[in-house]
C-alpha cells in the first residue's frame, strides 16, 4: 500500500514534467501538540475533531475568506444570494466538478452534509452545532444550487455553513446510516492504492495517524492548478526535534516555531517572517460574583491596578523575543476590521500603588497589601509553559504589594481547577486562547454565559454581554459596531487581561518559494492549512 | 510436591497482584483532574449538547460503580474498549504502537543488561583499581543524567549525521525490504543509544554490588586457595551466586519494556506506547491508559512470575 501510495505521487510527478525525486515533494515538519485536533486523523467526528488543517485541505468548503481583509471570496460556491427576510440563503456552485475519485460533485454533496450534520447536532455531530445555528434544512433544487433556510436572521452564515467541510456522500453516507454511530469510527484513510477521496487541490495517499501524512496533487481538483506535485507532514513529538531536522534538511518547512528559534534558522539561510497573531495569551482575573475567597479580586479597581502592573513589553521582549505585539483587545491582529482601536494599557506600577492605597489596600507586613485583614497573596493557574510569562507578572504584581504564586497544571487540569465549583474557587489563570475560525464569533463566545463549564476560560457571565452576543450573531449591518461594543465591555471589565499576541513564526527553506510572505497571514498557519496556502508553493529553480 | 506448592502459590500471588492492579488502573486515571468529555468539548465550535454527547458515548454519565463492572466485563471478554481519542479499538492502537516500541526498547534493554553485566564484571576484576574507580563513576554518570536531557544532547550531537526523528525516512520513495528495514536501524541508533545509556547503569552498579557481597563468602575463599585464578572465582564461583539480584532486576527490566520509554519516544517522535500513553495522559483518554498500563501490569507480573521460577532453578533452596 505504501509502494502504491509513493508510486502515485511519482505518477503524478512524472505527469508535470518534473522528476520523480523526493526534492519535488515539499516536506513539512509540525509538532503534533500544535495540530487542532488529532494530528493526521481525517475524522472530524471523532476525538477533537480530526486533523482540522489536513480535512480543510481535501473537503473543500462553499466559501473561503481572503486575506488579509477577511472578506468571503467564492470556492465551491461561485456567487450567493439572500432573502429580504435574512431566512433562506442561495448558492450557485461551480458546474462539473469532481471528486478525486471522478465522481461528482455537486449540490447534493452540499445538502447532504448539512442535512446529516443537522440530524445529528445533538449526538455524533455535536462538534458542529455552533456552525448550523437556527439552520432548518438544506436542499438541492439542481446539480448546482443550494439551498439553506434558516428561522432566524443569522449574521455570520459565511463564516459558518458556509465554512463547513462537504462531504463526498457516496463516501460518508454508510457510516451516516441509522444513528450516525458509525460516524466517529469511520477509518478516512487511504487503502489498496486508493487515496483518500477528496475534493480540494491535494488528496492524502498515505497516512499513519501521529507520524506522517502523504498529499498528492488531486487531477479533479476545480480550482487553479497547484504548482506543487504533492506535500508530506511530519509530526514531531517535541519542536527542538523538529528544528534541528528542519537545519538538517530532513524537512523543508515547518509552522509554529518557537521564538527562540528564529535567529538561528535566519542566520542559516531560512525564511522566517513573522506574521500576525492568530492567537493571544490571557491572565483570567476571577469575575464570578460569588467567589468564595478573595473577593477584592472583584474590586475594579484591583482588577484596574493588576492591569497596570503587568509589564507587556517585556513579556514581548522576553518571553517572545520581540516575535509578539503587546495584548489589548480580545480578537488578536489577524481579526482586522473587529478589533477596535483600543491601545495596549500602559505599565505605571506608579499609578496602581496610588489607586490601591485610595483604595484603602495598606501594605502589611514584608510590604503586601492586605484586603479584609488577610495579605493580597493569590494562586495562579498555569500550564507547564506558563514559567516566563509568570516571573515578569510576579515581578510587576510585587511592585504593587500583591503576592502570586504558581501552579502549573496540564491543560485539562487547569480548566478543571478553573471551572470547579461553579468558577467560585480560582484567583487567577495564565491560558493561551485556542484558535477558532476567521470570524469573531468563537472568541466573543468565550466569555459568553453559555460557555461556562465549556470552554469559558474566565467564568465571565454578563446579561448585556450576552444580550449583544446574540444581536451580532443575527444582525444584518452593523455588526463589526456590536463587536466592538463587546470588546469594550471585557476590556472595561477585565475578565481577562490579555497580555501579548504571539506572531505566526513559520520557517522554510530558501530552495522553496511561492509561500505568502505577507506579514498580514501565515501560509503555513497550523490550524488553517487552508487550499490556498500551499497552491502556490514550487521549488526555485 | 514442595516445588508444586512454590509454583502454585506463585501463580496465585500473580493472578492476585493482576487483579489489584486493574482495579487500580481504573482508580487511578479518574482521580486526575479534568475528564475526556470536558478535554473533548473545549474546542472551537464546542456546545453543552457535545457535551452531554460525549458522556454518553464513553459511558462517563454512568455511576462510577457501573462503570467499573462495565470495564471489568469487558475485559473477561477479550475487549480493551474503544479509544475516547480516535473512536478506534484500544487493542488494535497498542498493537501498532507495542509493534514500533518493542523492536527499539528491547534491543536497547538487552544492550543495557550486556553492557551492564560486563561492566560490573570488569568493574570487580579490577576492583581497586583505576579501572574500577571510572568504570563505577561513568556508570552512575548516565543512571543520574535525566533521560529525556541526554536524548536531546544526542539529538543535537547526531543532527544530519543519524537520524534524529521518527522511525523511519517516510519521504523514501520505492524503498526495496532490506532498504527499509537498513532505514528503520538507522533510525534506531540514536534513540536506542540513549536509552541503553540510560539503563545501563543501574544493571552495572547491582551486578557490581552483589559481585562484591558473593566475594566475602568463604567458599571463595576455598576456591582461591585451591589455586583458581582471580577470573575462574568470578566466572564459576560468584557469579552464578550473583545472579540472583540480578535476575530480579532483569525481569523487571523485561517486563516494563512493553511500557515503552515515555521521555525518549517523545524526543524522537517515535510513534510507540510510551508517546500514545502521554498522548492519552493529555486527552484523558482512560480506554486507552487503562489498556496501556494493564498490558505493562500483566507483563512485569508475568516476567517476576519467570524470575520465580528461575530462581527455583538456580537455587532450590528458596522453597525452605
Given at each position: 500500500m505504501r509502494l502504491l501510495a509513493l508510486a502515485a505521487v511519482a505518477v503524478l510527478l512524472s505527469g508535470c514534467g518534473a522528476s520523480s525525486s523526493p526534492s519535488r515533494v515539499l516536506r513539512i515538519g509540525i509538532v503534533a501538540s500544535a495540530v487542532v485536533g488529532h494530528s493526521g486523523v481525517l475524522n472530524p467526528f471523532s476525538g477533537v475533531g480530526g486533523d482540522y488543517g489536513a480535512i480543510n485541505t481535501i473537503y473543500p468548503s462553499l466559501v473561503l475568506f481572503d486575506v488579509p481583509a477577511l472578506n468571503p471570496v467564492p470556492y465551491v460556491a461561485t456567487s450567493w444570494t439572500v432573502s429580504r427576510d435574512g431566512l433562506t440563503w442561495t448558492f450557485r456552485l461551480r458546474p462539473n466538478m469532481r471528486w478525486s475519485d471522478g465522481q461528482?460533485?455537486?449540490?447534493?454533496?452540499?445538502?447532504?452534509?448539512?442535512?446529516?450534520?443537522?440530524?445529528?447536532?445533538?449526538?455524533?455531530?455535536?462538534?458542529?452545532?455552533?456552525?448550523?445555528?437556527?439552520?432548518?434544512?438544506a436542499s438541492a433544487p439542481n446539480?448546482?444550487?443550494?439551498?439553506?433556510?434558516?428561522?432566524?436572521?443569522?449574521?455570520?452564515?459565511?463564516?459558518?455553513?458556509?465554512?463547513?467541510?462537504?462531504?463526498?456522500?457516496?463516501?460518508?453516507?454508510?457510516?451516516?446510516?441509522?444513528?450516525?454511530?458509525?460516524?466517529?469510527?469511520?477509518?478516512?484513510?487511504?487503502?489498496?492504492?486508493?487515496?483518500?477521496?477528496?475534493?480540494?487541490p491535494f488528496t492524502v495517499t498515505e497516512l499513519k495517524p501521529n507520524q506522517f501524512v502523504l498529499f498528492a496533487r488531486n487531477p479533479y481538483y476545480f480550482g487553479p492548478r497547484p504548482a506543487l506535485a504533492g506535500f508530506g507532514i511530519q509530526y514531531f513529538g517535541t519542536s527542538d526535534a523538529m528544528i534541528t531536522a528542519l537545519k538538517a534538511g530532513q524537512i523543508d518547512a515547518a509552522p509554529g516555531i518557537p521564538p527562540t528559534a528564529v535567529s538561528s534558522l535566519r542566520a542559516s539561510g531560512f525564511v522566517v517572517p513573522d506574521a500576525l497573531a492568530l492567537t493571544e495569551d490571557d491572565l483570567f482575573i476571577n469575575p464570578t460574583p460569588g467567589k468564595l475567597s478573595h473577593r477584592e479580586l472583584l474590586d475594579p479597581r484591583v482588577r484596574e491596578a493588576i492591569d497596570m502592573a503587568v509589564d507587556r513589553q517585556?513579556?514581548?521582549?522576553?518571553?517572545?523575543?520581540?516575535?509578539?505585539?503587546?495584548?489589548?483587545?480580545?480578537?488578536?491582529?489577524?481579526?482586522?476590521?473587529?478589533?477596535?482601536?483600543?491601545p495596549s494599557p500602559a505599565f505605571d506600577p506608579a499609578a496602581a500603588n496610588r489607586l490601591l492605597d485610595a483604595a484603602g489596600y495598606k501594605?502589611?507586613?514584608?510590604?503586601?497589601?492586605?484586603?479584609?485583614?488577610h495579605p493580597m497573596t493569590y494562586q495562579v493557574l498555569g500550564t507547564p509553559d506558563s514559567d516566563r510569562e509568570f516571573a515578569i507578572i510576579q515581578s510587576g504584581l510585587q511592585r504593587i504589594g500583591i503576592n502570586v504564586i504558581l501552579r502549573t497544571l496540564d491543560p485539562p487540569a487547569e480548566f478543571a481547577a478553573i471551572s470547579a465549583n461553579g468558577y467560585r474557587n480560582y484567583d487567577l489563570a495564565l491560558r493561551a486562547i485556542p484558535v477558532g475560525p476567521l470570524d469573531p464569533d468563537f472568541n466573543l463566545s468565550v466569555y459568553a454565559c453559555f460557555t461556562r463549564g465549556i470552554y469559558n476560560w474566565s467564568g465571565f457571565c454578563n446579561p448585556t454581554y450576552d444580550r449583544l452576543y446574540r444581536q451580532q450573531e443575527s444582525v444584518t449591518s452593523g455588526r463589526v459596531r456590536i463587536v466592538t461594543e463587546m470588546q469594550r465591555i471585557l476590556y472595561d471589565q477585565r475578565p481577562a487581561l490579555v497580555l501579548a499576541y504571539p506572531d505566526e513564526l513559520n520557517a522554510w527553506s530558501k530552495h522553496w518559494t511561492g509561500f505568502a510572505e505577507s506579514p498580514a497571514f501565515a501560509t503555513l498557519s497550523v490550524p488553517y492549512m487552508a487550499p490556498y496556502n500551499l497552491t502556490g508553493v514550487h521549488r526555485t529553480g | 510436591m514442595v516445588r508444586a506448592r512454590y509454583v502454585l502459590e506463585r501463580a496465585a500471588f500473580a493472578l492476585l497482584t493482576a487483579f489489584v492492579a486493574v482495579t487500580l488502573n481504573f482508580v487511578l486515571f479518574r482521580a486526575l483532574p479534568g475528564t475526556a468529555v470536558s478535554n473533548l468539548a473545549g474546542v472551537p465550535g464546542a456546545s453543552a449538547a457535545l457535551?452531554?454527547?460525549?458522556?454518553?458515548?464513553?459511558?462517563?454519565d454512568k455511576s462510577t460503580w457501573q462503570q467499573y463492572i462495565d470495564y471489568l466485563?469487558?475485559?473477561?471478554?477479550?475487549?480493551?474498549?474503544?479509544?475516547?481519542?480516535?473512536?478506534?479499538?484500544?487493542?488494535?492502537?497498542?498493537?501498532?504502537?507495542?509493534g514500533n516500541t518493542v523492536p527499539l526498547v528491547g534491543l536497547a534493554t538487552?544492550?543495557?543488561?550486556?553492557?551492564?553485566?560486563?561492566?560490573?564484571?570488569?568493574?570487580?576484576?579490577?576492583?581497586?583499581?583505576?579501572?574500577?574507580?571510572?568504570?563505577?563513576?561513568?556508570?552512575?554518570?548516565?543512571?543520574?543524567?535525566?533521560?529525556?536531557?541526554?536524548?536531546?544532547m544526542l539529538v543535537i550531537l547526531f543532527a544530519g549525521v543519524l537520524p534524529t526523528n521518527g522511525m523511519e525516512n517516510d519521504f523514501l520513495i520505492n524503498p526495496s525490504f532490506a532498504t527499509h528495514i537498513g532505514d528503520v536501524?538507522?533510525?534506531?541508533?540514536?534513540?536506542?543509544?540513549?536509552?541503553?545509556?540510560?539503563?545501563?547503569?543501574?544493571?552495572?552498579?547491582?551486578?557490581?554490588?552483589?559481585?562484591?557481597?558473593?566475594?566475602?563468602?568463604?567458599?571463595?575463599?576455598?576456591?582461591?586457595?585451591?589455586?583458581?585464578?582471580?577470573?575462574?572465582?568470578?566466572?564459576?564461583?560468584?557469579?552464578?551466586?550473583?545472579?540472583?539480584?540480578?535476575?530480579?532486576?532483569?525481569?523487571?527490566?523485561?517486563?516494563?519494556?512493553?511500557?515503552?520509554?515515555?521521555?525518549?519516544?517523545?524526543?524522537?517522535?517515535?510513534?510507540?506506547?510510551?508517546?500514545?500513553?502521554?498522548?492519552?495522559?493529555l486527552d484523558r483518554d482512560y480506554p486507552t491508559l487503562q489498556g496501556a498500563f494493564l498490558i505493562l501490569t500483566l507483563s512485569v507480573v508475568a516476567c517476576n512470575f519467570i524470575a520465580d521460577l528461575v530462581y527455583l532453578k538456580l537455587d532450590p533452596r528458596i522453597t525452605g
Open positions: 461528482p460533485l455537486t449540490a447534493r454533496d452540499v445538502a447532504w452534509t448539512l442535512t446529516t450534520l443537522l440530524k445529528f447536532k445533538n449526538g455524533v455531530a455535536a462538534g458542529f452545532a455552533s456552525n448550523l445555528g437556527h439552520l432548518v434544512s446539480a448546482t444550487t443550494v439551498v439553506l433556510r434558516y428561522n432566524a436572521p443569522v449574521s455570520n452564515v459565511l463564516a459558518e455553513a458556509g465554512s463547513v467541510q462537504i462531504f463526498p456522500e457516496h463516501v460518508w453516507a454508510r457510516a451516516a446510516a441509522g444513528n450516525g454511530s458509525g460516524l466517529p469510527s469511520f477509518v478516512n484513510a487511504p487503502a489498496a492504492g486508493h487515496p483518500v477521496v477528496s475534493g480540494g517585556q513579556i514581548v521582549n522576553v518571553v517572545y523575543l520581540g516575535h509578539a505585539q503587546p495584548g489589548s483587545v480580545i480578537e488578536p491582529p489577524a481579526f482586522g476590521k473587529w478589533r477596535p482601536s483600543i501594605r502589611g507586613p514584608g510590604g503586601v497589601r492586605l484586603a479584609d485583614g | 457535551q452531554h454527547a460525549l458522556a454518553h458515548e464513553f459511558g462517563l466485563s469487558q475485559l473477561f471478554h477479550g475487549n480493551l474498549g474503544v479509544s475516547f481519542d480516535n473512536r478506534q479499538p484500544v487493542a488494535a492502537n497498542l498493537a501498532a504502537a507495542l538487552i544492550v543495557a543488561i550486556l553492557l551492564g553485566v560486563l561492566t560490573g564484571l570488569v568493574s570487580v576484576w579490577r576492583r581497586g583499581t583505576w579501572l574500577d574507580q571510572v568504570n563505577t563513576n561513568i556508570a552512575i554518570a548516565f543512571f543520574a543524567f535525566p533521560v529525556q536531557w541526554l536524548g536531546l536501524m538507522t533510525h534506531m541508533v540514536v534513540p536506542g543509544v540513549t536509552l541503553a545509556l540510560g539503563l545501563y547503569g543501574g544493571f552495572a552498579l547491582i551486578v557490581r554490588s552483589a559481585l562484591l557481597d558473593t566475594l566475602s563468602e568463604d567458599y571463595i575463599l576455598t576456591a582461591r586457595a585451591k589455586g583458581l585464578s582471580r577470573w575462574g572465582v568470578l566466572r564459576r564461583h560468584a557469579l552464578p551466586n550473583a545472579m540472583l539480584p540480578t535476575t530480579t532486576l532483569i525481569a523487571l527490566s523485561l517486563g516494563q519494556i512493553v511500557a515503552g520509554s515515555i521521555l525518549v519516544e517523545t524526543v524522537f517522535s517515535w510513534p510507540g506506547i510510551g508517546r500514545a500513553i502521554y498522548q492519552a495522559v
